[in-house]
């Protein structure tokens, strides 16, 4: 069956500017994840959502991020007055319950560089 | 908070060589662990997982074992291949924040030469 997509796969901003990335999690998957991916690190948690609701944004940097879940499965972070420091893989998660046994799949990720 | 601690990379090996690749972590509950892994060009995948204390994870000839009293979750390959060449990335799951929210290490690239 299908996985995880996000798109757009890159996007090159410029600093200041406004961005959406998009999840589209694997079909009946109620629990969404995005996690931000630094060069050279391992992914950072950012929001989860449970259903529609953001259950834990404890993640999210600073009020500049939001992210929105409106009916359940198409996920979409947005980033607003982009800065260089944003540059990072951003990755989204899907598994189908949200319990800590669950195994949770991942897209490919979006290439975010903001110039 | 709960975090991971993984060996530094990169790591380079010899076909058909024995790999280990260390990973400890600090949790405050009974956390569930995970080996992700990155190969050249692809997204992250599940490579095993285990629950419980002493539980052992396996797949594509990999093995971890939970090791509760050494806090401890390290993975081994009796014999590597070309095709393991990849990042490789210790994980928890941590219920702190109410989610099932994944706590990783900075991962551990492995070459491995014919």
């Known amino acids: 069956g299908a996985g995880v997509s996000q798109t757009p796969s890159n996007k090159v901003t410029e600093k200041g500017k406004y961005v959406e990335l998009r999840c589209d999690p694997i079909?009946?998957?109620?629990?969404l994840y995005w996690y931000r991916q630094s060069l050279g690190q391992g992914p950072e948690f950012l929001i989860y959502?449970?259903?529609?609701?953001?259950?834990?944004d404890s993640g999210l940097p600073n009020d500049r991020f939001f992210a929105v879940r409106p009916e359940g499965s198409v996920s979409t972070l947005k980033i607003q007055r982009t800065e260089r420091g944003d540059s990072a893989v951003y990755l989204c998660?899907?598994?189908?319950?949200?319990?800590?046994?669950?195994?949770?799949?991942f897209g490919p990720g979006t290439r975010l560089t903001v110039l | 908070g709960d975090s991971v601690t993984q060996m530094e990379g990169p790591v380079t090996l010899s076909e058909e060589a024995f790999l280990t690749i260390n990973c400890t972590y600090t949790?405050?509950?009974?956390?569930?662990l995970f080996w992700y892994v990155q190969y050249p060009g692809e997204g992250l995948q599940l490579l095993l997982k285990?629950?419980?204390?002493?539980d052992k994870g396996s797949n594509k000839g990999f093995e971890a074992t939970y090791r509760k009293e050494t806090t401890s979750f390290h993975l081994e390959k009796g014999s590597v291949q070309v095709s393991d060449s990849a990042v490789y990335f210790c994980?928890?799951?941590?219920?702190?924040?109410?989610?099932?929210?994944?706590?990783f290490g900075k991962g551990t690239k492995l070459t491995v030469n014919p």
């Open positions: 959502f449970q259903g529609t609701g953001a259950a834990d």
């Open positions: 998660a899907s598994s189908l319950t949200g319990q800590g046994t669950d195994t949770q799949y």
């Open positions: 079909s009946g998957h109620t629990a």
């Open positions: 994980a928890l799951s941590d219920r702190q924040g109410g989610s099932e929210k994944l706590v």
């Open positions: 285990a629950t419980k204390a002493d």
């Open positions: 949790a405050t509950g009974y956390p569930s």
